[in-house]
């Protein structure tokens, strides 16, 4: 449902919170070949290291309709687009392949090799069964980018099939979500967050640097403005 500007003002933060390289979504690179390049522009922009691009229609489909996928010609159009779009040769594009669930695993092959003739830098084959991952070391030349079936193999063993980047989406999000759900559940019954936070080591940390942000910053700034200090 959101569209480039929005998913670009979400990687905007996301780079300015850290100092390392940042992965983007972006999606179907939001329409034709000529919304492409513009995504990409947009992307460099924000910072961002690198995005990955979809192979689905625009817009994406929902429930019966997901995954439908362009015509193999129709997204290398859009991939050469993409990059001819770059102002900065080390922005990495990545061409995601989602068609598995349609396509045979012949023609998923046949599409990331035609993928990889207009000069992407890695590749997202979208291939999932450990049988046909270990197929792919052969066939894919490029780096490979991908979601683990983490229920079926670990990070390493995913690593051992060629993947140079192993994306792991919603688990920081789970996690903050239950451990929020958590901790306003003991503010509820005991008026106090204190026994949430007594039996997890490392606490004291987290809390002091949570209670430490910005200040830094904050205290540079002040020190540039004559008689004022941070406390002023």
């Not at 329409?31 to 492409?36: E, N, R, Y």
């Not at 396509?103 to 992407?120: C, H, I, K, S």
């Not at 030349?141 to 670990?154: A, E, K």
Request: hydrophobic share 40%; aromatic share 6%.
């Amino acid at each position: 449902m959101l569209g480039m500007a929005e998913m670009v003002a979400i990687h905007e933060r996301i780079v300015e919170a850290t100092g390392l390289p940042v992965v983007g979504d972006a999606e179907c690179a939001f329409g034709a070949p000529i919304h492409a390049a513009r995504t990409v522009r947009s992307y460099e922009r924000a910072g961002l290291a690198a995005i990955h691009i979809e192979d689905e229609i625009f817009p994406k489909g929902q429930g019966d309709s997901a995954h439908q996928v362009l015509p193999k010609n129709t997204m290398v159009g859009k991939l050469k687009a993409a990059l001819d779009a770059r102002s900065d040769e080390t922005f990495v594009v990545i061409a995601r392949c989602n068609a598995r669930e349609s396509e045979t695993f012949n023609q998923v092959m046949d599409r990331l090799a035609a993928y990889a003739e207009t000069g992407v830098d890695a590749i997202w084959p979208g291939v999932r069964l450990p049988e046909e991952l270990g197929r792919l070391r052969g066939l894919v030349s490029l780096p490979m980018v991908g979601v683990p079936p983490r229920q079926q193999m670990s990070l390493s063993a995913y690593g051992e099939f060629g993947f140079k980047i192993g994306c792991v989406p919603g688990i920081l999000g789970q996690a903050a979500t239950a451990a929020m759900a958590e901790l306003l559940q003991i503010f509820k019954e005991t008026g106090s967050d204190e026994d949430y936070w007594k039996p997890r080591p490392g606490a004291d940390r987290w809390r002091q640097w949570f209670s430490n942000l910005g200040k830094e910053e904050q205290e540079a700034m002040a020190r540039l403005i004559p008689g004022r200090s941070s406390k002023s």
